[in-house]
């Protein structure tokens, strides 16, 4: 740590630190995160604690107490944890006629992951180079960086990255993904010719309406990063080079890290069938078509690697 610091320095740095532990400590407990998985913490935690040593017992009604809520909103918040596998129902050993809740295998597990996961962001935003100059923190001083593009074929790990990247991120960066664009499509465009097909093996194809509104798109992104806006590009580059190249026209002028998401087809397929929303053997179709051609100034593999590893990885590149 900075010997310089002042103690209102040091004062001024709690409320961030604990700001960031908040949005790092939800990044890998499910992938993908949702607002759920905060909610299903709480009510583990409490379960775990009320139900430490002997003869301790917690029911729905005492979550409830506990978390200072209406009754059936804990009643909802136990049945969204016990449909999860992570909470059991049992009879009480103190009085039969009562139900009383307990963690289950799973749940235990989850609580381990996530605790650990937020020693390791504790450790992260504490480290001795959080601050000040000469021993700053890795992705503080002065950005340069106004766009961050990554590019990957579907379930190679994207998503997963840009959420850590904005919670490592020292600013605010806006993420933006060709999901959102289709998503923003009337949805008669969807499988039209015009628009955007999905084949039954997977592949994709687009027409003349999709890429109009796709080049609007890209012109729109690049003026918000010209207003000042830093902006993450989630994308998949179907034509390759060609699409690399697009963007290369629409970003003119901008400082841009170009960023390859690799991961192996068969991880990526797996990944394709536990998420079920997305036609199979589109991962597959995917995973080297869209780097071919396409230049980088680095790339990550999330094979193996998790995704805050390989956020951490990018936001060292940035400038």
Known sequence: ????????????????????????????????????????????????????????EVTVG???????????????????????????????????????LQLSPAGVELLERFRRHQREA??????????GPGGGHPYRGPVTTQVIVLNGGSSSGKSGIVRCLQAVLPDPWLALGVDS???????????????????????VSVGPQFRMLDAAWAEGVAAMARAGARVIIDDVFLGGAASQE???????????????????????????????????????????VVHQGVTYDLEVDTTRSESLECARTIAAQVR
């Open 62 to 100: 005492a979550i409830a107490e506990l978390m200072g809520v209406d009754p059936s909103v804990a009643s909802r918040m136990v049945s969204d944890n016990i449909k999860a596998g992570y909470l059991i129902r049992a009879a009480s050993q103190q009085d039969g006629r009562r139900t009383v």
């Open 181 to 203: 664009l289709i998503e923003a499509m009337p949805a008669s465009m969807q499988g039209s010719d015009a628009g955007i097909e999905f084949a039954p093996d997977g592949g």
């Open 246 to 288: 697009r963007w290369q026209k629409a970003l003119a002028g901008l400082d841009v890290l170009w960023v390859g998401v690799r991961c192996e087809s068969a991880v990526a397929a797996g990944r394709e069938i536990a998420r079920g929303d997305r036609v199979r053997g589109m991962a597959e179709l995917q995973a080297e």
């Open 1 to 56: 740590m900075d010997e310089t610091a002042t103690a209102e320095d040091l004062l001024n740095a709690v409320g961030p630190a604990f700001s960031k532990l908040r949005r790092t400590s939800l990044l890998e407990v499910e992938n993908p995160i949702s607002a759920k998985d905060l909610s299903r913490t709480l009510v583990l935690n409490l379960v775990l604690e009320h139900t430490t040593g002997e003869d301790k």
């Open 122 to 131: 504790f450790e992260y935003i504490t480290a001795e180079n959080a601050f």
